[in-house]
């Protein structure tokens, strides 16, 4: 691509040029592919990537946890990420543009994936404020690191009550005072990820090359070291040569939790990667690109687990225990065992910063990237438009800034643990909403006039009504013995009892338009497949390759399992059988648990508002004119509403006539509306 910045389809105007992409204002792109793959991949690899996957690992089965992490991957997580970039790029907008895209109720998806976005780099730049600290406090005396004999829990205990101040708690845990320091380290963080946005996408992916660029590198680095040290061996059986199956079945959360990794691991649900794909070019390959973002994602993932589980090996070798014995994840993993460990080695000290300045690469990355997808949102609005980038930048960081200060209190680490799990609880349910929207809501309109709003009621209750029956035999019954068949048993006889109602509903339109549906068949495809092959057809239209096995997952599989897992996460309980929601951690109601319920309640609030009243929303779009995708067929309209209320036909004459073709079976049209008729 060039280096300058191109034209691209926006999805304020209703003209439609040959690849079926609505044209409009000039936007920014990447210089090149390269470039959006290191941006992509730098905000997918972060701090997970090296201290929560392999935690995770050893934490469920060792290998066998690669079972659900690797159905997750690609039966979940791949195709909500090529759905997200493909419509950033079809519609070159953000979040809430694109999900309003399927109906100007769903803009509250948007809305509510970039503000959890906000939330996370809220205390993500925290997490970098503690590595920032750390790696100057290498240069102190007392850092632990690199004395003789000095062991993990020792480096871990100083790295909490040194670096993240926690000698001051009291034992309900509240926070007792702000450490000044970590304020001025998170005001830093917070100013180097405004420097990284404020120069335009053109500047962000050349910072890429740097930011992902450099610990790729160390990775093979720090892996290679890893495993030529005795003892290695040990820590790498404990990564993946344990393989205990038995926590598939006796420990159901670990399937949730392999989502909810994948998900805030390659970014979807965050509206980062829809921000991303949307300085493409409309005809770049988003099948291809997911792959290599998620698969690359992965692969660093895997890898950074021998590195880390080899030097833990080490480290087990030194103090004569066991693997297992030692602190294997989060915090204790990167800012003590780990760094023991690299504090052994000739030039020990030399090591342990190398280790915080990578830790300190990985972090910003996905800062920036976090916060670029509420920037993206934000800037292609009717409010916010006419102010610069790094405008909107230096104003989100510096509220950013401000939010992240209670993770500088003492008790920034509880406020850090409790928020970071319920935000998993937001991520789930913005995915079922983003899958649920694809294969159920684009052209909810036209599959009501071809088949009947009883038919269609019926067939989405036989698909999630179903589930909830199931989800409350499987999880709330008391004998567990009989919850799993049982929960099976109400699933099928739930589906098949709405199915056979949608059947006659079906045959009862069937008699009503004889002349129209000529099989049962047919006008159950209609019900079933049409709309989201309608879409994938769309789609592809501009990205190019969409396989059909995409369009059957969003509709028939993606949605539903989310679903389930979410509800299986929610209902998950404690080792004392309380329920994990409202208990987790074993912090006290206030702040904690009352914060983490706060973050849950006001994203799926932001849906509901969005839903309940779309026109609050109507500003959050792109610029002059407000485009949906209307659908199919004769349901298209090819008329706009400009801000003023007047409106207007296209000017593309053709458009007027694609409109208003009622032929059976023909393609897609994008449509400009009124915000009534959408709603």
Known sequence: MSEELATAPAAGD??????????????????????????????????????????????????????????????????????????GQYYQTGDVGVFGSFHVRWRGVGVSSVACAYMVVTYYSVLIAWVINAFFDTWSDDAPWVKDGVTGSEAVTYFLEEIIGTSTLGSDGRPTRIVGANVGYSALAWFLIWACLAGGTKWTGRITYVTMGIPIVLLFVFLGKSVSLEGSQDGIKEYIGIWDMSVLTERADCWSTAVSQIFFSIGVTFGIMTAFGSYNDVNEPAVLHSFVIAGSNSMFSFIAGFAVFAAMGHLAYLEGIEVKDLPLGGFSLVFGTWPVVMGTLPGGIHWVRLLFFDLFLLGIDSGFGLLEGALTAAADTVYLSRFSKSQLAAVMSFIGFLFSIIYCTDAGLNFLDVVDFYINFVMLLVGFFEAFAAGWIFGLDEQIKACGKNAVACYFSANF???????????????????????????????????????????????????????????????????IMELRAQLASTIGFLPNIWAYMMKQMIPHVVLILFINLAQTTTEAGDPLFGNYGGYISWPFQIIGYGTVVFAFGLFLIGFGAPDLYSGLTLLDEKTIIHGYGAGAQAEAKTLDGEKKLSDDPSDEEEAHSDQKGEEPVIAAVSEEEAA
């Open 14 to 87: 209703t003209k439609a040029v040959d690849d079926g992409a609505p044209v409009g204002k000039e936007r920014e792109r990447w210089t090149s592919n390269v470039a959006f793959y290191f941006a992509a991949i730098g905000a997918a690899v972060g701090f997970g990537n090296v201290w929560r996957f392999p935690a995770l690992a050893a934490d469920y089965g060792g290998g066998a946890f690669f079972i659900p992490y690797l159905m997750a991957l690609f039966l979940i997580g791949i195709p909500l990420l090529i759905l997200e970039i493909a419509l």
């Open 465 to 531: 009504i179903s589930i909830l029956v199931a989800c409350a035999v499987w999880f709330g019954s008391a004998n567990k013995d009989n919850a799993v068949w049982g929960g099976f048993v109400a699933l099928f006889l739930t589906y098949f009892v709405f199915l056979g109602l949608t059947v006659f509903f079906l045959k009862q339109k069937m008699a009503e338009e004889p002349d129209k549906w000529s099989s049962l068949g047919e006008i159950f495809w209609e019900l079933s497949f049409r709309n």
